[in-house]
């Protein structure tokens, strides 16, 4: 438990609950973003964020080769 808590005080993860709080107010106080380049930035690093997480536990459990990667066998 202890350690779950000192891992929630990483910076990364700082950083994405922010992204997500963010996230939530601009889409339930409905606040329209009117610069194009500023709307591009947020969703680009919100989609960033997402991806990195959601794909981070994954990787771990392709140790296994797949048939494709092994090579010539001749």
Same mark, same amino acid.
């Given at each position: ?14 950083? #994405? ?10 889409v ?17 690093t919100?989609?960033?964020?997402? #991806?990195?997480?959601? #794909? ?6 392709? #140790? ?11």
């Amino acid at each position: 438990m202890k350690k779950k808590l000192i891992s929630l005080i990483d910076l990364k993860s700082i950083i #994405t609950l922010l992204l997500v709080i963010t996230l939530i107010t601009v889409v339930f106080a409905n606040v329209a973003i009117e610069d194009e380049a500023i709307k591009a930035i947020f969703i680009s690093t919100i989609s960033s964020c997402f #991806t990195y997480y959601f #794909t981070k536990k994954g990787q771990g459990a392709k #140790t296994e080769q797949s048939p494709n990667e092994e090579g010539d066998r001749e």
